[in-house]
């Protein structure tokens, strides 16, 4: 499945608006940057292509995945929740650009 342009648009917005402030506390700009790649690259494959980049099955396991990194996070690293869901926020909106959801 690929995303309408506007759908895509909107969960760029979104991303970024979670990676800045999140970049800034943390003072790791290299979020933004990797947001920026993600979201050019997911642009070109999604919408211009009409191709998504991960099958459903990848982007499942890649959603699992990033659920355990949260708990990971919060239980074994001590991180505070906010950060940690709003990795997990992160880890699934690219996924979901990925996929063209």
Not at 29 to 37: A, D, G, R
Not at 60 to 76: G, W
Not at 92 to 97: E, P, S, W
Request: charged share 10%; no cysteine; proline share 5%.
């Amino acid at each position: 499945m690929t995303a309408p342009p506007r759908l895509f648009g909107s969960q760029v917005a979104l991303l970024i608006a979670v990676v800045t402030p999140l970049g800034a506390g943390e003072e790791v700009w290299f979020y933004w940057w990797l947001t920026l790649v993600a979201s050019a690259l997911g642009w070109w494959f999604v919408v211009r292509r009409h191709q998504a980049l991960l099958s459903p099955s990848l982007s499942r396991a890649l959603a699992v995945a990033a659920f355990i990194f949260m708990i990971f996070e919060y239980t074994k690293l001590h991180s505070i929740p906010i950060v940690a869901l709003s990795h997990f926020m992160i880890l699934v909106l690219k996924q979901a650009n990925a996929e063209g959801v």
